[in-house]
């Protein structure tokens, strides 16, 4: 599976954005599906995923419900929306795909097999 994010950019704090990661060469139906994102001199850190089967959706407990994530699994695409960012909030996003992710690993970078290259968000306060 490749992956490719698109959607990064400029916004300012309040602001919403949304990015897209268009899977290629395999659906993601049987795939579970996430984002993470790292931030200059820290470590990546999960944002969002939903699971495969049930398409139950988590997310980072730090993003105060501001974050949704969705999946189009015709268009082979998955979603995430950023609502009122903040300047903590920039970052390079990933979108990972992974099959054989159990519930408890979901949060795990580790867990995932496919990533994508990554869209940069940078927040302005």
């Known amino acids: 599976v490749q992956l490719q994010a698109f959607g990064g950019g400029s916004a300012q704090a309040g602001d919403s954005l949304g990015l897209s990661c268009t899977a290629n060469g395999r659906t993601v139906n049987g795939y579970s599906v996430g984002w993470f994102r790292q931030a200059p001199g820290r470590e990546r850190e999960f944002v969002a995923a939903t699971f495969r089967n049930s398409g139950s959706r988590y997310y980072a407990n730090s993003l105060g419900g501001r974050f949704t994530i969705s999946r189009d699994n015709a268009k082979n695409t998955i979603y995430l929306q950023m609502n009122n960012l903040k300047s903590e909030d920039t970052a390079v996003y990933y979108c990972?795909?992974?099959?054989?992710?159990?519930?408890?690993?979901?949060?795990?970078?580790?867990?995932?097999?496919?990533w994508g290259q990554g869209t940069l968000v940078t927040v302005s306060s």
């Open positions: 990972a795909a992974g099959g054989g992710i159990i519930m408890s690993t979901i949060r795990s970078a580790q867990a995932y097999n496919y």
